[in-house]
């Protein structure tokens, strides 16, 4: 149709890269030239090797660039966002200290919603990935427990999570909080060895934990990933470290300012402003991650 020879050549491919990136986004071009030298390296051999020359993946490399979609992100959960479920839901029942507990909990250790709950789709739970009761430490500042494994446990050794009162807010303590749900856990769960659970005695999965969330703060914009972005945000504006933030957060790079909605100029400038709300100067650290 094209008057294209029967022998393939790398001019071919190009033109059929750039001919593909105007039907289909880019990077599932890449999947049809896969595709490609599945079917075809039975008559002709070299197909896999012309589909890496340096002519083709420039090509396909720089219609990525001119194509590409910015990133769509979630809004990031602020601090008057915690003080509403606070207020919304008053400590009478067993759900409402289980959702106080781990919103706070998600929000100060910088979790993946995984990592807290179970995910909707009952083939991805796995009761490795479930927090044990007997791991809880409790002091009077503070609260913590093991993480069994996360996406960074390449030794599958687990991470003890420390959460103190000192990195919080003033008006919000966290180990107070998530003593009322352990105080409630005991006396309905005593026999459990998870320890999330709600009053029907299951593991909360993520569609629980955002529907609590979306009755209080009812904004399409918050959702998972809202409570690790918050994070990242409030520890940056406080003055945190790059690495220590990195740390607590269990990421192999710096990733993490992408969940940084501002801009990090002002972020950098926050810290050396006068804030006695918080009550935290940039010297903190983190104390475990």
Known sequence: ???????LFVDMLSFYTIHMCYHIWPFSVDSYLSGIC???????????????????????????RMMNMLPSRKA???????????????????????FCALLLSGFFTLHHLSELVWPDD???????????????????????????????????????????????????????IFNKYL??????????????LTECGQVPTCRWLLSCLHDVIPDSDIMGHSLCAGGVTFFASIGW?????????????????IYIPTHPIVMQA????????????????????
Not at 1 to 7: A, R
Not at 41 to 53: A, F, G, I, K, T
Not at 241 to 257: E, V
């Open 38 to 64: 599945n079917q075809l390296e039975p008559l002709y051999s070299d197909v896999c090797m012309l589909c890496r020359h340096p002519l083709i993946t420039r090509t396909l490399a720089r219609r990525n």
């Open 241 to 257: 470290p790059d690495d220590c933030i990195q740390a607590l957060g269990c990421w192999s790079s710096q990733a993490f300012w």
């Open 122 to 176: 009952t083939d991805l739970q796995s009761w490795w990935k479930v927090i044990p009761r007997a791991s809880v430490t409790v002091t009077a500042s503070s609260y913590g427990y093991m993480l069994p494994e996360h996406k960074a446990d390449r030794l599958f050794a687990g991470s003890n999570i420390l959460i103190s009162n000192t990195f919080a807010p003033a008006g919000i303590v966290p180990s107070a």
């Open 270 to 289: 926050l810290p050396h402003c006068c804030n006695p709300v918080y009550g935290i100067s940039s010297h903190h650290y983190p104390s475990s991650s």
């Open 1 to 7: 149709m094209h008057s294209f020879p029967i022998d």
């Open 76 to 98: 990031a959960l602020k601090l008057h966002h915690l003080f509403t479920p606070l207020r919304h839901f008053p400590p009478h029942s067993h759900d409402n200290h289980l």
């Open 183 to 196: 105080s409630s856990h005991n006396s309905l769960f005593s026999m459990q060895p998870m320890l999330w």
